[in-house]
């Protein structure tokens, strides 16, 4: 018990430790990288929302979706029609961007949800296809291949006025990423996150101690639609652009790669797999166009020698095999889930 206590105590203070570097950097980041850099970073912290969005259904839910870049697009979309045809700029586009990706959510949770498995996996795929055929060819309103361009920056009053300056706007993105990630730590904290990580492990067993689990994989399918919209529209900002890309399922399988390089249940492992695939994207590329064999090359060895993330392998680096084994708590950056659920595993 006394090693236990110790070595929890240890581990809080390197993640403080960890934490308060973390922020200092991103704080004083307009000061040290160059505009380069701080436009890539800015990238970063937008799909790290994306990412970690998705790790809300893959990670704790156990819903693995191909389609989860649908509600990505839809925020950008949302926030980019309202720009272009209604001149909002301001808060209505950032909240019209998240009720996007919860509305699409709550009509596509109702079908896909029948399934399970790659079943699940498959529904999602197709009605992101569906929806990505639907942006293409509707070109009077999406522009179609072409997308949006243009696309201003908001207008945030409180904020002195429209964000073009990329330092300003890279501290609302800042802003926008931590509330984003840290309702969500709250959230897969708290009893609803438990529950979803009991349903991820045995469903049947919670439904035969009463809970409806239907509505709570129907909740959390929806919130992480909301937080996906929240990224997409970011993103529509930053680039100034939107496009049928953006709800492809080439970017939804990018997310998926982010969620496992990072090691799914996490949440901060996907923000770094984000920041990873980003890296290899946009650096990598700068030297060779096969940066996309390099990424698939690091997937793989991941798989073969880190299965379970750059998550698992920095908790196997910091915590040796005997250590990790005497702590009788499950590593998702959250509180244990409950003995009656984890029986099941043991």
């Known amino acids: 018990m006394i090693l236990k206590e110790d070595l929890t105590a240890k581990r809080s203070r390197v993640q403080l430790g960890v934490l308060a570097a973390l922020a200092a950097f991103l704080l004083l980041a307009p000061a040290i990288?160059?505009?380069?850099?701080?436009?890539?970073?800015?990238?970063?912290?937008?799909?790290?929302?994306?990412?970690?969005?998705?790790?809300?259904?893959?990670?704790?839910a156990g819903l693995v979706s191909l389609g989860h870049a649908a509600f990505f697009g839809a925020g950008g979309y949302a926030a980019g029609l309202l720009a272009r045809h209604l001149g909002l700029t301001s808060w209505p586009g950032l909240v019209a961007g998240i009720l996007a990706g919860v509305l699409l959510a709550a009509l596509f949770a109702p079908v896909v949800l029948r399934a399970s498995g790659a079943y699940f996996l498959m529904l999602t795929l197709a009605l992101g296809?569906?929806?990505?055929?639907?942006?293409?060819?509707?070109?009077?309103?999406?522009?179609?291949?072409?997308?949006?361009?243009?696309?201003?920056?908001?207008?945030?009053?409180l904020l002195g006025g429209i964000l073009w300056d990329n330092v300003a706007f890279y501290y609302f993105t800042l802003v926008c990423t931590g509330v984003a990630a840290l309702s969500m730590a709250w959230l897969v904290t708290s009893p609803f996150g438990l529950t979803l990580r009991g349903i991820r492990d045995n469903e049947l067993?919670?439904?035969?101690?009463?809970?409806?689990?239907?509505?709570y994989k129907y909740a959390i399918y929806v919130i992480a639609a909301g937080y996906a919209g929240l990224a997409g529209t970011l993103y529509a900002y930053y680039a100034g652009y939107v496009s049928p890309h953006n709800l492809s399922w080439a970017l939804s399988g990018e997310a998926m790669v982010m969620v496992i390089l990072g090691g799914a249940g996490t949440l901060w492992g996907p923000a770094l797999g984000a920041a990873?695939?980003?890296?290899?994207?946009?650096?990598?590329?700068?030297?060779?166009?096969?940066?996309?064999?390099?990424?698939g090359l690091t997937f793989v060895l991941t798989v073969l020698?880190?299965?379970?993330?750059?998550?698992?392998?920095v908790r196997k680096l910091r915590w040796p095999a005997g250590r990790a084994a005497s702590l009788d708590r499950v590593w998702a950056g959250s509180q244990a889930v409950?003995?009656?659920l984890r029986r099941r595993s043991d």
């Open 33 to 60: 990288i160059g505009e380069y850099g701080l436009g890539l970073l800015t990238e970063m912290l937008v799909f790290g929302v994306f990412a970690m969005s998705l790790d809300l259904l893959i990670g704790h």
């Open 129 to 157: 296809q569906l929806l990505y055929g639907m942006v293409w060819l509707w070109r009077p309103v999406t522009g179609g291949d072409d997308g949006l361009p243009g696309l201003p920056r908001p207008e945030l009053p």
């Open 205 to 215: 067993r919670l439904e035969s101690l009463g809970y409806h689990t239907w509505l």
């Open 276 to 295: 990873l695939v980003l890296v290899l994207k946009y650096v990598v590329s700068s030297f060779t166009d096969r940066w996309l064999a390099i990424l």
């Open 305 to 313: 020698f880190a299965p379970h993330g750059l998550a698992g392998l």
């Open 338 to 340: 409950p003995a009656f």
